[in-house]
């Protein structure tokens, strides 16, 4: 059996130079994370946010709902009646812990579904992980927005915070 | 003498956080630690080790549109012989408990874990009888990362505070706080 040198050595290896080539020029696909983001799409699910209505008062009113939507089990209400002097929501009642536990969470958006005042939403920060276990507790304070329409701002990652 | 924190918590890892250990100040082997840990946070070999679906995740970010080779990461190894960090990706089952363990015995020191997504994190949505509850019952784990399954970005993420964890880990500090502690490791027989 003979081995033509052209057809079978140098055309092949030619002819991938020649792919290599014609992608040279190409648009390169690699997005550079830490530096720049890659677009997300408007309802990506990842970070949950407690929001706010304009008045600042929580729109969150304690029904655990949310808790019994999550089929993971991991968000926790516990509420509390409003007093006129304690005012937190506009409803009766108002959560005093929310807490949940972001390792468990699938973020499937069903809190999101299952709150009748929208006030669990879930954004586009993906920057989640951490060292330690205890640390993926978030508590009602690391979620509720500190102004109204915290959660609608447009999102800056750590890396990005660093640089400037 | 540097002062180290004594509350030890079982499912924490065996190399130090940040603030573990206090800072002491070393003339000697200074430049040790930051040359040592450069070159080990910027060459961390995963452990192929994908259980479930977020072992594709895990494989889009290896490809050409994350790219995690920019962080010297792209060498996924098959033997855990030549592997720096294991990613633990998808849910652990607790048949495979055992074998998760013998693999990260196997494995160099110095050696990191990442457990990614919800369920090698935490058991996720299968809290059952067949899942372990987090991989941190068998394993120490570095770094967990939310998500089900988390995005390639997401890991990318995790491996960049893998890497700002090696940074800052003391060298010589290490010896002293790594001898193997029977006590805090988990028998893997009772999970067979």
Same mark, same amino acid.
């Given at each position: ?17 020649? %792919?290599? &080539?014609? !992608?040279?020029? &190409? ?9 720049? +983001?890659?677009?997300?799409?408007? !309802? ?16 969150? %009113? ?10 993971? !089990? ?24 929310? /807490? %949940?536990?972001?390792? +468990?969470? %699938? ?37 509720? /927005? ?15 915070? &660093?640089?400037? | ?12 890892? $065996? ?30 070999? =995963? ?16 490809? $050409? ?39 990260? *015995?196997?494995?160099?020191? =110095? ?10 994190? $935490? ?12 991989? *941190?019952?068998?394993? =120490? ?22 890497? *700002? ?13 790594? =001898? ?13």
């Amino acid at each position: 059996m003979s081995v033509s040198l052209w057809k079978h050595v140098a055309k092949p290896i030619l002819s991938g130079f020649g %792919i290599t &080539a014609r !992608r040279l020029g &190409a648009k390169k696909v690699t997005v550079q994370y830490p530096e720049e +983001r890659r677009e997300q799409f408007p !309802r990506t699910r990842w970070r949950h946010f407690l929001t706010r209505y304009d008045s600042g008062l929580e729109k969150c %009113i304690g029904c655990s709902l949310c808790a019994g939507a999550c089929p993971a !089990r991991c968000i926790n209400v516990v509420s509390a009646e409003n007093t006129d002097s304690e005012r937190y929501s506009p409803g009766e009642r108002y959560a005093t812990r929310y /807490e %949940i536990n972001m390792i +468990r969470c %699938i973020f499937c958006g069903y809190c999101q579904d299952a709150c009748p005042t929208g006030a669990i939403v879930l954004r586009k920060n993906f920057e989640l992980a951490d060292y330690k276990r205890e640390d993926f507790i978030y508590t009602k304070e690391m979620l509720l /927005e500190s102004f109204p329409g915290e959660a609608d701002a447009p999102w800056v990652g750590k890396y990005e915070v &660093a640089k400037k | 003498m540097p002062k180290r924190i004594e509350t030890v918590v079982l499912h924490d890892s $065996s190399t130090p956080v940040l603030g573990d250990i206090q800072k002491a100040g070393n003339v000697v082997v200074t430049s040790i630690d930051t040359l040592l840990n450069q070159a080990r946070a910027n060459s961390l070999w =995963p452990l192929t080790f994908g259980l479930a679906c977020c072992a594709i995740e895990m494989m889009a970010t290896v490809a $050409s549109r994350f790219d995690l080779a920019r962080f010297g990461s792209e060498a996924f190894r098959a033997t855990p012989r030549q592997a720096d960090v294991m990613i633990i990706a998808g849910r652990l089952s607790k048949k495979m408990a055992p074998v998760l363990r013998q693999i990260y *015995d196997q494995m160099p020191e =110095p050696k990191w874990v990442i457990s990614m997504g919800a369920c090698a994190s $935490s058991g996720g949505v299968y809290n059952n009888y067949a899942i372990v509850q987090g991989a *941190d019952q068998v394993v =120490p784990v570095d770094v967990y990362v939310p998500g089900c399954p988390p995005s390639p970005d997401a890991l990318i993420y995790a491996v960049l505070k893998l890497q *700002d964890k090696i940074k800052k880990t003391k060298f010589n500090k290490i010896i002293e706080i790594t =001898p193997r502690n029977v006590a805090n490791e988990m028998p893997v027989e009772v999970l067979a």
